[in-house]
């Protein structure tokens, strides 16, 4: 649905103003700069209203710009510049860049409290299970961000678990998070295949009253907001899960609770209990002996005390059993009984934790059968058979089937076990919809079971595929030699086919012999709380309306969905003193040949060049000119004639912060420690190119561009791995300020927090990091370029007159002197797709420019012409010192690879003389010029309005995709 565009008044030559009196919540008024046939392409989507949006930040001077190549973006539109000020302004991460990764309507999330439900149906502060450090923690939901169309990816495991995302979705691996598009078959995933059960609305049923207890504990109670209680009271899930525990493993004395178990789950009891308001006791530890079997055992029992009257009043009037257990009658509680399935499930899982034994096999294939074990005197045997029925009745309805209830003299008192089918199916239900609450050894071996069932079904699956199709080709005349070249694999051997032609069909074939025992097989994909499977097929499925994603309270950045764990650019140009003639019939092998100098595509990582931890942390701190010094990749003159000269940032004014690489995560480095010299994918490329017309040739001469027909080369690309980790990373940090500052925002992806917080310096310091990482980036791909030139030429870069004419970042936040109503004012400067455009004289640009002003260059699409303008005067005026940074993109990539072929985009391209060598022919067709504007009339409005002027136009001859 094409979304309504607010009013815009006409105020000048391709000038549009949104006033400020549109909206109540605008501090500013949002000034357009466009042709109305571009003005036409942004009211098609968010553009417009996501620059009223950000009309309404805190600390917004002046207006909130729309370049003419703006289209909707994260938060902020791409193409958008916004200037906040300095002390009362914010610093906002999706003003700079960031694209989100998300899943399509329908996809289970699990929660905290075991109930899954689709992703589209949560809101904020509800809790989800988050994977951090390999363990498993509750971790609140900050935001639920919604995003239009797009194209879908289905991975599918070997354990048969399957997640459809969009190809950019980061899934856990034993490397980090990788996007689904880079995960290929046989590489590993990391799994929590909890299922839990769907989620039921549980009424507000009224459980207990001001009547139900006693005076004395009212009080108590009433102020931790534990009476009344209902069915839907917030804190009953709690109640529900250690009441299940306490059941087994919990005893009362006097005024005070304690429950027994292992250090890990008494913490995770502890914090329960806090949750209720309640301040439990740490951890004691003890040393008893105890006699099993006659045998004397000395081990540690660990305990945990919570010394409250009201606490312990609350558990008995909810059901918990009260004095020795073999010596009490009691029954599972009867609000238990009505309750939702979901708490239902909790109440059993925190009884399993204390008394279900674990999940252990008898050969190495079959489990035990788990039995739930309670002592009962024996004039109270048909009490705790009663007791039993309940429990294997709450089972039947979660799914899990029991098989009896046994009894044998114990002692003095009588043993009854409820035993629960063994049969695969059932355990996978038993451990992966109820499993243990408060044991995490038990759950964790519960979940490798799960995986490990599934598995072995999987197998089993296979092998009687495999019987059918061998007895029909042998019915059909096919020999056995011949079958099993067909379907012969890792577990179906040529015996076993050769068995199922002439001996007939199991029903239930076994697994093979070479089918890992599942303690052995543990070991080995079991981690922490999650469990590696590898995947088997990644395969297109299809587009999808809306997307969702989650952003949580938790630095693993992490939920579980289905069962699987999911989580700075700019541009630079070179000139050489060859021209058209000399490169065009050699283009070939020199496109090939920088394509093997320079890594392109998804996931692009160096051999050759990988630098250590140290010296990415100099890298993070110098930029550009670091890699020039330590590493010679390039010529000592270079970082003059670059933004910054190459290190991020060079105009501070009160504490603003130096980068600190200290501060930037072991993801962000991990990823960025052999991406240095990479281009990377999506709209990244490498392109050579010929000068096809020169507007301004004073200008044009003093950046070394002399006559048409002249090669140069462009390069477009940013801070790779690292700088997406980072931006994550501090998204979420940012995302969770909001509400510590009470920022009302229109909306939730342009969480910011104030520009003098502690959270937006920690952010400045890591983007500072970012920034210059991607100067050095550009850097050393530069100088990759010119040893490719040397290569196919027989001659130096510096014969060949390889100079930079400049680098530019067109994704930044930059402190910047600006003037505003007459003064001169500091401002945090947010360009989103936008390139600085100073004018002579200004100090922040290059010496050698200063007489001319600043060069700014605007990349087109695949197969169009780029650009170089000039910066002037006007700008500072119109728009902060900033144009447009490109053509604009106005077709998905899933639409242009609807409407276009790879093989035909190539053609079309040679046809015009453009050699094209990708990564991936589906990023070629991604990148098809016409998923974008025209750049031509990009530059038009960007010349005529004054916000950058003409120097050139250049084409390619040559591209290099990611």
């Not at 069915?231 to 306490?246: I, M, V």
């Not at 007791?387 to 029991?402: D, K, N, P």
């Not at 890699?627 to 105009?651: A, H, N, Q, T």
């Not at 001659?795 to 007459?822: F, T």
């Amino acid at each position: 649905m094409v979304p309504m565009a607010p009013p815009l008044e006409k105020i000048g030559n391709n000038t549009w103003r949104i006033p400020q009196t549109y909206r109540k919540d605008m501090r500013v008024p949002v000034i357009v700069y466009a042709s109305e046939k571009l003005l036409e392409k942004m009211k098609t989507d968010r553009t417009l209203e996501q620059a009223v949006n950000v009309s309404t930040l805190p600390g917004i001077v002046k207006q909130m710009t729309v370049l003419p190549d703006a289209h909707e973006g994260y938060g902020f539109p791409i193409g958008g510049v916004a200037a906040m000020d300095a002390t009362e302004g914010v610093i906002s991460p999706g003003g700079v860049g960031y694209d989100i990764n998300c899943l399509p309507a329908g996809t289970n999330v699990l929660t905290s409290l075991g109930y899954r439900l689709p992703i589209e149906r949560f809101k904020a502060n509800e809790e989800v299970v988050c994977v951090n450090q390999k363990r498993s923690v509750p971790a609140g939901i900050i935001f639920v961000i919604k995003k239009g169309r797009d194209r879908l990816l289905r991975i599918r495991t070997k354990s048969q678990f399957f997640l459809t995302a969009t190809p950019d979705h980061p899934v856990l691996t034993p490397n980090g998070m990788k996007a689904m598009e880079q995960i290929r078959p046989g590489e590993r995933v990391a799994l929590f295949p909890f299922e839990g059960v769907e989620y039921e609305d549980p009424g507000d049923c009224l459980l207990l009253d001001e009547k139900d207890v006693p005076e004395h504990v009212k009080s108590e109670l009433k102020k931790r907001g534990l009476l009344p209680i209902k069915l839907d009271s917030p804190k009953l899930p709690y109640l529900a899960r250690l009441l299940g525990y306490f059941t087994g493993d919990g005893a009362f004395n006097g005024k005070t609770t304690l429950f027994y178990g292992s250090v890990e789950g008494l913490e995770e009891i502890r914090r329960d209990i806090e949750r209720l308001g309640y301040k439990p006791s740490k951890i004691h530890t003890r040393r008893r002996q105890n006699i099993i079997n006659g045998r004397k055992f000395i081990g540690a029992e660990n305990s945990v005390r919570v010394n409250s009257r009201s606490f312990t009043e609350l558990l008995r009037r909810l059901g918990a059993p009260d004095g020795k257990k073999t010596d009490a009658e009691f029954f599972v509680p009867r609000w238990i009984l009505l309750a939702p399935r979901w708490i239902k499930r909790l109440y059993l899982a925190g009884l399993f934790g204390a008394e279900l034994n674990k999940p252990q096999t008898v050969n190495g294939y079959n489990f035990q059968v788990p039995q739930l074990t309670l002592n009962k005197r024996p004039d109270l045997e048909d009490n705790g058979r009663m007791f039993l029925e309940q429990i294997a009745e709450l089972l039947r309805e979660l799914g899990v089937e029991t098989t009896k209830i046994v009894s044998a003299p114990e002692g003095r008192c009588i043993r009854l076990r409820l035993l629960i089918s063994e049969r695969p199916q059932n355990l996978i239900r038993l451990w992966g919809r109820i499993g243990y609450e408060y044991n995490p050894q038990r759950r964790r071996l519960a979940l490798a079971a799960v995986v490990w069932l599934r598995l072995k079904q999987s197998v089993i699956d296979l092998r009687i595929r495999a019987q059918e199709a061998a007895i029909a080709m042998a019915a059909d005349g096919t020999t056995i030699s011949e079958i099993s070249e067909v379907l012969a694999n890792e577990f179906v051997n040529t015996r076993y086919l050769e068995r199922s032609v002439y001996e007939g069909r199991e029903d239930t074939p076994r697994v093979p012999k070479n089918f890992p025992r599942f303690e052995g097989w543990v070991e080995l994909h079991l981690d922490g709380d999650i469990v590696w499977d590898e995947v088997e097929s990644v395969e297109e499925a299809g587009e999808v309306n809306d997307v969702y994603d989650l952003t949580v309270a938790n630095p693993g950045h992490s939920f579980i969905a289905e069962g699987v764990v999911v989580s700075n650019c700019g541009v630079r140009l070179m000139v050489t003193n060859l021209t058209v003639n000399d490169v065009r019939p050699r283009i070939v092998e020199l496109v090939n040949t920088v394509f093997r100098n320079v890594p392109a595509g998804l996931g692009s990582r160096r051999k050759d060049f990988v630098v250590t931890h140290s010296d990415l942390d100099r890298v993070a701190l110098e930029g550009a000119r670091y890699v020039i010094e330590k590493y010679g990749l390039g010529w000592s003159e270079d970082f003059k004639k670059m933004e910054e000269e190459g290190r991020y940032p060079s105009y501070k004014a009160g504490n603003i912060p130096d980068p600190d690489p200290s501060i930037v995560s072991r993801e962000a480095k991990a990823r960025g420690e052999s991406q240095i010299g990479t281009l990377g994918s999506g709209n990244h490329f490498l392109e050579i190119q010929r000068v096809d017309k020169i507007y301004d040739p004073r200008a044009a001469k003093a950046m070394g561009i002399t006559q048409e027909g002249q090669i140069t080369v462009l390069i477009h690309c940013g801070s790779r791995g690292y700088g997406h980790q980072i931006c994550s990373d501090f998204l979420r940090i940012m995302e969770r300020a909001v509400a510590k500052y009470n920022l009302r925002l229109p909306d939730r992806e342009l969480a910011c927090t104030p520009a003098s917080s502690p959270e937006a310096t920690q952010y400045l310091k890591a983007f500072g990091c970012a920034v210059n990482f991607a100067f050095a980036n550009r850097q050393a791909i530069s100088h990759w370029v010119r040893q490719s030139f040397e290569q196919v030429f027989k001659r130096s870069a510096d014969d060949m007159g390889m100079q930079i004419v400049y680098d530019v970042c067109h994704n930044i936040v930059k402190l910047e002197k600006h003037k505003v109503d007459g003064s001169d004012v500091d401002v945090f400067v947010h360009r989103k797709g936008a390139t600085r455009s100073f004018p002579a004289g200004h100090p922040l640009i290059p010496q050698v420019y200063r007489e001319i002003g600043q060069p700014v260059l605007i990349p087109g699409s695949m197969g169009t012409a780029s650009w170089v303008l000039l910066g002037n005067e006007k700008a500072m005026t119109l728009s902060f010192g900033s144009t447009a940074h490109g053509a604009g993109r106005e077709m998905s990539r899933s639409g242009a690879k609807r409407r276009y072929r790879g093989d035909q985009v190539l053609r079309e391209l040679e046809s015009r003389g453009i050699y094209v060598k990708g990564d991936s022919m589906e990023t070629v067709v991604e990148e098809v010029d016409a998923a974008y504007k025209s750049v031509d009339e990009v530059v038009e409005v960007s010349h005529q309005v004054g916000i950058g002027t003409k120097v050139a136009r250049l084409v390619p001859i040559g591209v290099v995709k990611g």
